[in-house]
């Protein structure tokens, strides 16, 4: 065969080419979804810690809630940064959530991984946020969580952006082991292609060009993103 | 009027317990003008964080308007919102722009509607000759326009006392002026203030008593006159040698 009946064969004999399609369908499903909530859930972690941090420097008794929850917290964190993500996933998928649609399962898997990594970023992020932020808050008489919402946060979110995004970088390739656990991502579409016609090469180059042209791009946005950020500090 | 009754205040640090406050006494009514000096470490950030609960006092009690504020039924949120304060490194908002920093609060906290706390802010920059920076934002203010938007955004909550912690300590030379000249307009108001202050030359013009503090105590008061031309106790009148 020559190359471009191999690459006919590959991609376009029996509309082979929406296996990619699809699966680059599920990557971004999966992708968009985990990343939200592993925000959601990295900002929920970062405020209990740094609320039990606070509460401990300034010799103040902890209540009983908060230090269960700094407990749960801390849990989470070592357990999920302790463990692989594939494991993670399959124990999701296999153990815990049964009855799950796949897709679904993922992203709460992902989401779930990737917010205890979130977590550490933001709670970094807050506490690179000068403390007069929130002495100044508190004294106009705002609340610990208006302080918190309305000043604290949106400092810290913005000091941590191009971390964050990174974090959204990388999820974008982790999420290639979906398939473990009989998802037809991205990665799987190439693989069934290669099953299929017993040809390795081409859909598994196609499946890494995807990977990269997303990576470059989101590495791109992130550029233009810091560049504007840089601008807004001078102003 | 405000009333602080055998103030303690203990650090816990790496090294023990460290008294910095070690019962202080005092009264300041409405529209007296405080003035605190005293040496580097002596406690004077220490006591004025105590008045509006930044820091919480160890000991004592401090009474404001007929209130026992070191209660712990006590809404803080409220009373800080009555305590304007001015710190020395201003603490405005980065990321808002100066109608923001000073609308913030009032609008937060449903005194005022957004347009209503617009208005007032534009009324209050006019005061202080900065109304043409009111979409700026802080990083493009110098350290004098800054605090005097500090300032402002502070008495936006119409406070009926009002804290400095070295206003002007982080300024320029040149910009202390502008600083201390908003402040003496406010004690003409017959605003309540409690100010501490390395600037002699303000505390004689514009206070009404001056305290000297020194390792957490009350050594010496008196009107600005007396404290400084004739004062009784050693340590004062060996730190006055220094900075006069
Ligand atoms: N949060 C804290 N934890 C431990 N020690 C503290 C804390 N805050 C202040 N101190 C200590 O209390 C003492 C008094 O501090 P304070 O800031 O009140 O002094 P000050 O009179 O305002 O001095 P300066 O003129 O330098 O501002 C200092 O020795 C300081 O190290
Ligand atoms: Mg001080």
New binding site residues.
Partial sequence: MSLSEHLFQDFIAEKRYMYLVDGLKNTVIITAGALILGIILGVIAAIIRVQHQNKK??SEKTGPVLFILNVIVNFYLTVIRGTPTIVQLMILTFAIWKSGQPIQVAIVAFGINSGAYVAEIIRSGIQSVDIGQTEAGRSLGLSERMTLQKIVLPQAFKNVAPAIFNEFISLVKETSVAGYVGIQDLTKGGDIIRSQTYDAFPPLLAVALIYLVIVIGLTQVLNILERRMARSDIR | MISVKNLH?S???LKGR?D??KGIDVDISDGEKVVII????????????CLNLL?KPTEGQIIFDGEDITSSNVNIDKVRSKMGMVF?HFNLFPNMTVRENITLAPVLLKLKSQDEANEEAMALLDRVGLKEKADAYPSSLSGGQAQRIAIVRSLAMHPSMMLF??PT?ALDPEMVGEVLSVMRELADEGMTMAV?T?EMRFARDVASRVLF?DQ?RIVEENTPDELFDNPQNERTKLFLSKVL
């Avoid at chain 2, 005293?38 to 964080?49: H, V």
Wanted: no cysteine; charged share 20%.
């Fill in positions: 420097n300034s | 205040k650090f816990h640090t460290a910095i406050l005293g040496p580097s470490g002596s406690g004077k950030s220490t006591f004025l964080r820091e020395q912690d070295e300590s501490v390395h503090l957490g």
